[in-house]
């Protein structure tokens, strides 16, 4: 049985408000926008309003009290890495490769910058690279892989001319330029080597596969019967590349059957515009986060068209603005403009 399977059976009879705990918070001088966990799951990267960039070391769960008590104190992460300066303006997104080898940072000051990432010494390597193809704020990023040159890929979004740049990582170079989008590119989110998805402020959701110069698919409110009649905020495939989940500025979230190629059902877990959307790695779960400061957890087993039971497992004293599950653990990290970054887990049962 997996972590998050276990965890299920601990929480049946709490349906209420799993308990979560605080295990490490790193406080900024201003808002934490952004987080990453590499793909190993023993760090995760923070970027923030304050040009900080830092690599956190991913802690020991065994001193969490038992019974949902908090009995201990939060302290701060080990910071194994700090740039106070990365950018010349606020850090946006963050994200790893799937090797963890690569570790890229988009900002407001139009640039994004990528940098080698030695897993065996846990330290950065080499000159980082800087990309300047952008021409507004660097909104959100994801790697691909290239099968066929075994090359790693960036695709990164925004605000500016609307475009998704896919940049090779090996040679520094943007080599396409996806154009489609009509308003700023808020999420990108690829689940396999060749494809991505991206949520936009023009309403609209679009599918897009390397090997093809032009979205695949797109989803908005004219074809889908007024389903995505808002900004999209936050986008998310399952693991397994069948659901879809977007998050929207009207604080809705809208369920889709990518294979079935239609809308599943439309829900408000939130009171306020959804940041961002994250399924859990086994997809039994999903979190949301958003800017009435709360991140909720939604129960995805059963009958998905049925009404959904969304819980509150974290909360801030500010907008919540990312989210992101452990690879293998139960435990998630989020952030927001209270100037904080925190990690939550469950106690031991």
């Given at each position: 049985?997996?972590?998050?399977?276990?965890?299920?059976?601990?929480?049946?009879?709490?349906?209420?408000?799993?308990?979560?705990?605080?295990?490490?918070?790193?406080?900024?001088?201003?808002?934490?926008?952004?987080?990453?966990?590499?793909?190993?799951?023993?760090?995760?990267?923070?970027?923030?309003?304050?040009?900080?960039?830092?690599?956190?070391?991913?802690?020991?769960?065994?001193?969490?009290?038992?019974?949902?008590?908090?009995?201990?104190?939060?302290?701060?992460?080990?910071?194994?890495?700090?740039?106070?300066?990365?950018?010349?303006?606020?850090?946006?997104?963050?994200?790893?490769?799937?090797?963890?080898?690569?570790?890229?940072?988009?900002?407001?000051?139009?640039?994004?910058?990528?940098?080698?990432?030695?897993?065996?010494?846990?330290?950065?390597?080499?000159?980082?690279?800087?990309?300047?193809?952008?021409?507004?704020?660097?909104?959100?990023?994801?790697?691909?892989?290239?099968?066929?040159?075994?090359?790693?890929?960036?695709?990164?979004?925004?605000?500016?001319?609307?475009?998704?740049?896919?940049?090779?990582?090996?040679?520094g170079t943007p080599f396409q330029a996806y154009t489609g989008h009509s308003g700023h590119i808020l999420?990108?989110?690829?689940?396999?080597?060749?494809?991505?998805?991206?949520?936009?402020?023009?309403?609209?959701?679009?599918?897009?596969?390397?090997?093809?110069?032009?979205?695949?698919?797109?989803?908005?409110?004219?074809?889908?019967?007024?389903?995505?009649?808002?900004?999209?905020?936050?986008?998310?495939?399952?693991?397994?590349?069948?659901?879809?989940?977007?998050g929207h500025a009207d604080s809705s979230c809208v369920l889709y059957d990518i294979r079935g190629n239609?809308?599943?059902?439309?829900?408000?877990?939130?009171?306020?515009?959804?940041?961002?959307?994250?399924?859990?790695?086994?997809?039994?779960?999903?979190?949301?986060?958003?800017?009435?400061?709360?991140?909720?957890?939604?129960?995805?087993?059963?009958?998905?068209?049925?009404?959904?039971?969304?819980?509150?497992?974290?909360?801030?004293?500010?907008?919540?603005?990312?989210?992101?599950?452990?690879?293998?653990?139960?435990?998630?990290?989020?952030?927001?403009?209270?100037?904080?970054?925190?990690?939550?887990?469950?106690?031991?049962?």
């Amino acid at each position: 049985m997996d972590s998050e399977a276990k965890d299920l059976d601990l929480r049946r009879g709490d349906v209420e408000r799993p308990q979560f705990e605080a295990v490490t918070t790193l406080s900024d001088s201003q808002a934490i926008r952004s987080v990453d966990f590499h793909p190993n799951g023993k760090l995760y990267a923070v970027g923030s309003n304050s040009k900080t960039f830092r690599i956190c070391q991913y802690p020991q769960l065994t001193k969490l009290s038992r019974h949902g008590q908090q009995t201990t104190t939060v302290y701060p992460p080990s910071v194994l890495c700090k740039r106070t300066k990365h950018h010349r303006g606020s850090i946006y997104c963050t994200c790893w490769s799937r090797d963890g080898e690569l570790i890229a940072t988009g900002s407001n000051d139009k640039t994004i910058k990528y940098m080698r990432f030695n897993n065996d010494t846990n330290q950065l390597v080499g000159h980082e690279i800087e990309l300047n193809m952008h021409d507004g704020t660097v909104r959100d990023m994801c790697f691909l892989d290239d099968s066929s040159t075994k090359s790693r890929l960036l695709a990164s979004g925004g605000a500016g001319d609307c475009k998704i740049y896919i940049t090779d990582c090996g040679t520094g170079t943007p080599f396409q330029a996806y154009t489609g989008h009509s308003g700023h590119i808020l999420s990108l989110y690829s689940w396999n080597n060749a494809m991505f998805v991206s949520g936009s402020q023009d309403q609209t959701i679009r599918f897009w596969d390397l090997r093809v110069n032009v979205s695949v698919n797109t989803l908005d409110h004219e074809r889908r019967e007024g389903l995505e009649n808002s900004a999209v905020t936050a986008v998310c495939v399952d693991p397994t590349g069948r659901l879809l989940v977007s998050g929207h500025a009207d604080s809705s979230c809208v369920l889709y059957d990518i294979r079935g190629n239609r809308p599943i059902q439309r829900f408000y877990p939130h009171t306020a515009e959804i940041r961002c959307v994250r399924f859990s790695p086994s997809a039994y779960y999903m979190l949301t986060c958003s800017y009435d400061n709360s991140v909720k957890l939604t129960d995805l087993q059963g009958d998905l068209a049925h009404e959904l039971n969304s819980v509150v497992v974290a909360e801030h004293k500010d907008k919540a603005i990312t989210i992101r599950w452990h690879p293998t653990e139960f435990s998630f990290i989020s952030t927001s403009a209270d100037k904080t970054a925190t990690l939550w887990a469950l106690p031991p049962s």
